[in-house]
Nanobody
Framework: QVQLVESGGGLVQAGGSLRLSCAASGRTFSNFAMGWFRQAPGKEREFVSTISRGGSITNYSDSVKGRFTISRDNAKKTVYLQMNSLKPEDTAVYYC????????????????WGQGTQVTVSS
């Protein structure tokens, strides 16, 4: 079993930055690819970014490419999402997904989820 806990969300003005963290416990963190997804009110959960087990492969949605950076520290069992140049449309609950065998953009490929952290970007 894997437990994931997100942190780092908050309220920020447009153009600002936030850094999300997702700390994992339980099974070996480095065995899994990790992903970040988000869900705005009334919308489905959407892919944001993913990173492979070793960190060599990353992928981003078109809406965040060039503004967000995903990284991981396997020794600390933590994955990060650095979010720069935030826009009001980035407002959502951000979820960390774990347990995928590859860096996937599909929520169904992830076995474990955190409780989410709210990100609100004001205009």
């Amino acid at each position: 079993q894997v437990q994931l806990v997100e942190s780092g969300g908050g309220l920020v003005q447009a153009g600002g930055s936030l850094r999300l963290s997702c700390a994992a416990s339980g099974r070996t963190f480095s065995n899994f690819a990790m992903g970040w997804f988000r869900q705005a009110p009334g919308k489905e959960r959407e892919f944001v970014s993913t990173i492979s087990r070793g960190g060599s492969i990353t992928n981003y949605s078109d809406s965040v490419k060039g503004r967000f950076t995903i990284s991981r520290d396997n020794a600390k069992k933590t994955v990060y999402l650095q979010m720069n140049s935030l826009k009001p449309e980035d407002t959502a609950v951000y979820y960390c997904g774990g347990g995928s065998m590859w860096a996937s953009s599909r929520p169904r490929d992830y076995d474990y989820w955190g409780q989410g952290t709210q990100v609100t970007v004001s205009s």
